[in-house]
């Protein structure tokens, strides 16, 4: 079975959302999913440790070329997340794209074209889209 396109699935998602059909209640429901992504990445760390966080400040050394600079700057995680971290992190992100896909479907906004124009404007900025 391949993956459904996103026009697909936001579609899909239009057809299953009925309780949440408000601006605000898929607002609150996205921002909430959102932070459901961050506490299950925070209890990978503190509850299972199959990642830890080491975060200091990052060096940028001046005179290095961008390209190096990705090499040198740290993500500030070492280790790899367990199946079931993993599993449960990819829950929550689901849960997200289903309320970023549903607050697309509120406001008439084509996801499909959304991630089309973001990844045009990554081409065209490269290394100078800091965003």
Do not use: W
């Amino acid at each position: 079975m391949s993956a459904p396109s996103l026009q697909e699935f936001q579609d899909q998602v239009s057809e299953l959302l009925l309780r949440h059909r408000s601006l605000l209640d898929v607002l609150s429901k996205n921002g909430q999913s959102s932070a459901s992504v961050n506490r299950a990445v925070t209890k990978a760390i503190t509850d299972c440790g199959c990642i830890e966080l080491h975060a200091t400040k990052q060096i940028y050394e001046p005179g290095i070329n961008l390209e190096a600079a990705k090499d040198v700057m740290g993500s500030h995680v070492h280790g790899q997340l367990c199946e079931n971290c993993k599993e449960i992190v990819s829950t929550e992100l689901g849960r997200n794209l289903f309320y970023m896909s549903a607050l697309c479907n509120v406001l008439d906004i084509n996801l499909d074209n959304v991630i089309h124009q973001e990844s045009k404007k990554c081409s065209t900025l490269g290394l100078f889209n800091m965003s």
